[in-house]
């Protein structure tokens, strides 16, 4: 019992095999999935891919790094979007300074304007950050401050201080395909650390395919190696993790439902 909390299904890389694609997640143990919006402009395509017998949910928001592509969503724009039985959370948003640092300012308008919407509708919000702890958990700590929301750092590959702040404030973490990178030390240190109760498994398909399919396109039957090693590198049961992972996902995402 798995969920792919965190992929991409509208990238062109799904294009030819999408329903081949949820065969594979079915057969690996992949109950549900939820696919990332990264361009608001682009919502409703990814909205289509819902409609699916195969429980795929879905969430609202613009990637940082897309900001400078597309204009700037108002909380309340994001919000009404979010009035649908699929949409569970808000994002991917955030900052990230390792390919872009001339649009900071864009990034910060935006990344604000999606965490009022998560305030306002209490959907978690789904953060990306990279480059940027201090600004992330800034913003992250002053909003929160102001009013109360949930947020999962999802592909997590910051510091293990940016990680223990972000738990502090009761948000989530959320493990990729990197983390069986042989050559991850940080992340496996840290992620024998990270609470079990606060844990959640991903893929980023189609991206950072796990070990021992490193290089292949990733999609989300992967999500099984990712969540394998994890049990592994923590001393737990494979089953128990599982359960305990897929519980996570419907506490912070308690608006998904399986039929």
Not at 25 to 44: F, H, P, R, S, Y
Not at 108 to 122: K, N, P, R, W, Y
Not at 163 to 180: C, D, K, P
Request: charge should be negative; proline fraction near 3%.
């Amino acid at each position: 019992m798995l969920i792919d909390t965190h992929c991409h299904l509208d990238f062109n890389e799904f294009k030819a095999d999408f329903e081949d694609v949820i065969k594979r997640a079915k057969l690996a143990g992949v109950i549900a999935m939820q696919t990332i919006c990264t361009n608001l402009d682009q919502w409703e395509e990814i909205h289509k891919l819902t409609k699916n017998d195969f429980p795929i949910f879905c969430s609202v928001g613009t990637h940082p790094l897309n900001i400078k592509d597309t204009r700037i969503y108002k909380a309340n724009e994001i919000a009404d979007i979010c009035n649908n039985s699929k949409v569970i959370g808000i994002g991917e948003t955030g900052l990230d300074y390792y390919y872009d640092t001339e649009h900071k300012a864009l990034q910060h308008e935006s990344f604000v304007e999606h965490i009022l919407a998560a305030q306002e509708t209490g959907l978690p919000l789904i953060i990306h950050t990279r480059n940027a702890d201090s600004d992330t958990i800034n913003i992250l700590r002053e909003y929160k401050k102001q009013k109360d929301f949930s947020a999962v750092l999802h592909c997590f590959t910051s510091s293990e201080k940016l990680a223990m702040e972000s738990l502090e404030l009761g948000f989530y973490i959320s493990a990729s395909g990197i983390v069986t990178f042989k050559n991850a030390h940080d992340l496996h240190s840290l992620f024998k650390k990270i609470p079990l109760e606060k844990l959640l498994v991903e893929t980023d398909a189609p991206y950072l395919a796990p070990t021992p399919l490193r290089g292949k396109r990733n999609e989300p039957s992967f999500v099984k190696h990712t969540a394998e090693f994890l049990a592994d590198l923590r001393g737990e049961n494979f089953e128990h993790f599982c359960q305990e992972t897929t519980q996570n996902f419907f506490k912070l995402f308690n608006k998904a439902k399986l039929n």
